[in-house]
Structure formats: structure tokens, C-alpha cells
């Protein structure tokens, strides 16, 4: 049974940084695309970013490109998101995604080359 279980969500202030998580288990980690996606209330849900796993290859959104990291822990079958100068328009309930096969670059961040997807974490920036 595949498994993304995230965390690490909380209220942060403008300018702020945490640290999401993502667990994973029941699939290849080490070789699976996976991506951070968010969804903001009464907004549509948007990529944030996508990771292939063979390569570690990364696509970012220009809203955290230098903000944001991605990073993979293979040992852990865990997936990171660095956020750092964190912004009010990020605040969202952030999820993370699975999938198969070696996406292009440009579908790294599309929601139809994820199968499996978590609950969620709730991230609000605010004063």
C-alpha cells in the first residue's frame, strides 16, 4: 500500500522558514518522480514543484524559485521542502505527490503524472 504521510506545517511570521516533510512508503522512492503541490483557500490547487527520481532533476514555480528547495532523503524514503522568506500569499495547505516512470522536465509539475498524493499539512504565514 502506498503511503505519503506529510508534516511539518505550522504558522510561521512574514519572512519565516519551515521545513515540510514528506514519508513515504509501498513504492520505488528512490527512482519515482514526486512533487510539493499547494492549494490555497478558494483557490485552485498549484504546483509548487516537481523532483524526478532518477536524476534529481527539479522544476520550480516562479512564485518560490530561490525561496524554496526540494531535497530527497533516499535512506528515509522521505521528501523535504526548504521554505524560507516565506510570503502571506503562501499560505496553503501544501501536499505532496507520487508517481512512475521518467516525466520530462516540463511534467514535473503536472498533476496527471502523480498517482498517489497525501492528506496534506497546513502552512500559514501571517503576523
Known amino acids: 500500500e502506498v503511503q505519503l504521510v506529510e508534516s511539518g506545517g505550522g504558522l510561521v511570521q512574514p519572512g519565516g522558514s519551515l521545513r515540510l516533510s514528506c514519508a513515504t512508503s509501498?513504492?520505488?522512492?528512490?527512482?519515482?518522480?514526486m512533487a510539493w503541490f499547494r492549494q490555497a483557500p478558494g483557490k485552485e490547487r498549484e504546483s509548487v514543484v516537481g523532483?524526478?527520481?532518477?536524476?534529481?532533476?527539479?522544476n520550480y514555480a516562479n512564485s518560490v524559485k530561490g525561496r524554496f528547495t526540494v531535497s530527497r532523503d533516499k535512506t528515509k524514503n522521505t521528501m523535504y521542502l526548504q521554505m524560507n522568506y516565506l510570503k502571506p500569499e503562501d499560505t496553503a495547505v501544501y501536499y505532496c505527490?507520487?508517481?512512475?516512470?521518467?516525466?520530462?522536465?516540463?511534467?514535473?509539475?503536472?498533476?496527471?503524472?502523480?498517482?498517489?498524493w497525501g492528506q496534506g499539512t497546513q502552512v500559514i504565514v501571517s503576523s
Open positions: 523532483i524526478r527520481g532518477t536524476d534529481g532533476a527539479t
Open positions: 505527490a507520487s508517481g512512475s516512470g521518467n516525466p520530462i522536465s516540463g511534467r514535473l509539475r503536472s498533476p496527471s503524472t502523480y498517482e498517489y
Open positions: 509501498g513504492f520505488p522512492f528512490s527512482t519515482s518522480p
